[in-house]
């Protein structure tokens, strides 16, 4: 196995902690034998537990160890915290070599934990290959909490072909299928919070709770609701009876970014905003998102509500672009009844 | 190479002919030898010219073609045309086995060709594997007029990620990018005309040719123009100057449908819609529209002109489906000098 194809893989063990490491980072590491062969993987798994070093170093002996490469997506941390310092536990180790993806993107401790493995004898080298978007993906709400200190934004927009998220009755259930519907509630998992607007509740009610088999996650939410309407029909909302009290926060403060600050301070670190269209319109017009998470469903809707009609450019120069690329598809139409 | 294989390629060959063959339908072959081996393939290249079957039967010898296996995308014609019966020509040659993608879809001459293969001792079978949906695909204008004697109508929409062709100052230049545009150019020149309404030629005086190195084509446009205003500043608008007067045609009827039955007798059997949104609104919402070609650039846009802008529906059950599945694309968002 080669550094690349180690490096994919750690990269996809990192993933598997993403619903209950925040705001840790999600970490992957892989170990490869001293002939390149893979000795085991293993990921950080929740917040306060073992890091992905530890985890796949757990299985292996110390005569397996001789002469090993340890791969691992982000810098092996230098400092006691919850766990033990991984670079330090390394440093004990035969092994021969340690290739981070990331370095610690804290400078206070960056390059700290390269420099325990290098005192020890032992190799410490910054990936340096065509992985390292990716890797910056792998744990960018963490990067961003880190060198920003604010919440990392991202949306989930459920959309048809030609961008609305309902019709102007309000009625939006189903836009996507099943398929897509299961991907929500694993993104769910991943922030910390849902972020809604008031219009969202009272239109559709929803439980905004995480449904997925295997994800057992108690989850926050947070409602914008600047007119107070939300708190007065308490009893009629699904959301205040699926969550705890403590679990549902709403704002009704009309400054986006003051929302973000106080609910950072409250220790969100990422939020899922999921509607609805003016919501989405503000976020995205006042440079506050960071990621986009768009589902599109094989159907036209023509009048109704888009998701960025608040979003007023006066010129194509001024277009928000997204970081992919054109996409063409082509399709029969076929129309069902109306 | 296996018949799915093999038909697989006969298609993609056929692909080769689309922007000369029209009005006849695009048709592949592929000629295996007795022990399976590719021998040769062919395309029908253009209108009045030599068939898909005579194409690749021209540079093998009767030798190579004992026990052969003839691989077709459609039925060998059986009657003499404008080129004489490419089931009569394969009845003359030791070949084993033809196997057709799809019956002739004339009902007068269906299944005709396979009766003389069979009565010169030649093995016919009609394909009936997993590419049947994608062999219609092949020559789908051509099988809409035989069945309905109808223009094929295909629309190539440019969108932003939200749906929208246009800022609603009328900007639309550009949305989509370089590659995009390019493959507009290789659509234009696969249908026999493009159809606009008044308003993309006012607000974009558009040549609407086919730019495209290696297609030389002088293709045909059709303009909707209720007012009578574009015939009048003819001498301003580009189209009239690119385009051979015959190849414009300026239609002041309303009604959507009787257009369509004009052009066809005019020899026209197919259109690429280009816009603009009323245009495309009301093909989809008069169930007039049989393909969706559609070009989505990786910006937001925000308040503008919709493509579907016109198209008013009561309820999602009454939506428009289309054929292809949901689709997911996650994005980082940057944002562009505003």
């Known amino acids: 196995m080669n550094l690349d194809q180690a490096m994919r893989l750690a990269m996809k063990e990192a993933l598997k902690g993403a619903p209950f490491v925040s705001p840790n980072p999600r970490v992957g590491c892989v170990i490869?034998?001293?002939?390149?062969?893979?000795?085991?993987?293993?990921?950080?798994?929740?917040?306060?537990?073992?890091?992905?070093?530890?985890?796949?170093?757990?299985?292996?002996?110390?005569?397996q160890l001789k002469g090993a490469h340890v791969i691992v997506t982000l810098e092996p941390c230098a400092h006691e915290g919850k766990t033990p310092s991984c670079a330090q536990a390394l440093a004990r180790l035969p092994i021969k070599k340690v290739t981070f993806g990331l370095v610690d993107p804290n400078p206070l401790v960056a390059g700290q934990g390269a420099q325990i493995l290098r005192a020890a004898g032992i190799e410490a080298e910054e990936y340096q290959g065509d992985l390292k978007v990716g890797l910056e993906e792998t744990c960018e709400e963490f990067l961003w909490n880190q060198?920003?200190?604010?919440?990392?934004?991202?949306?989930?927009?459920?959309?048809?072909?030609?961008?609305?998220?309902?019709?102007?009755?309000?009625?939006?259930?189903?836009?996507t299928g099943h398929e897509s519907r299961q991907k929500v509630h694993e993104l769910r998992a991943q922030y910390?919070?849902?972020?809604?607007?008031?219009?969202?509740?009272?239109?559709?009610?929803?439980?905004?709770?995480?449904?997925?088999?295997?994800?057992?996650k108690e989850n926050k939410v947070v409602i914008l609701d600047r007119s107070g309407e939300i708190l007065k029909i308490k009893d009629q909302l699904k959301i205040f009876q699926v969550h705890k009290p403590e679990n549902v926060i709403v704002s009704s403060c009309?400054?986006?970014?003051?929302?973000?600050?106080?609910?950072?301070?409250?220790?969100?670190?990422?939020?899922?905003?999921?509607?609805?269209?003016?919501?989405?319109?503000?976020?995205?017009?006042?440079?506050?998102?960071?990621?986009?998470?768009?589902?599109?469903?094989?159907?036209?809707?023509?009048q109704g509500i888009g998701w960025t009609d608040k979003i007023n450019l006066p010129h194509i120069k001024n277009k928000i672009q997204v970081d992919f690329t054109d996409s063409y598809v082509t399709g029969t139409l076929s129309v069902t009844k109306r």
């Open 147 to 175: 060198r920003y200190q604010k919440v990392f934004v991202a949306l989930k927009v459920a959309q048809s072909l030609d961008g609305k998220i309902a019709l102007a009755n309000g009625e939006s259930k189903w836009i």
């Open 32 to 63: 490869l034998g001293s002939k390149g062969e893979l000795l085991s993987t293993g990921y950080h798994k929740k917040f306060g537990e073992a890091h992905a070093e530890v985890e796949a170093l757990k299985s292996l002996t110390f005569d």
């Open 254 to 302: 009309p400054d986006l970014e003051t929302v973000l600050k106080e609910i950072y301070h409250l220790g969100i670190r990422s939020i899922l905003v999921e509607g609805g269209g003016q919501i989405y319109s503000s976020f995205i017009s006042q440079g506050l998102v960071q990621r986009l998470h768009l589902f599109t469903a094989p159907i036209i809707l023509g």
């Open 192 to 216: 910390d919070a849902i972020l809604v607007g008031k219009n969202t509740i009272l239109i559709d009610n929803p439980s905004l709770n995480i449904r997925q088999p295997g994800i057992q």
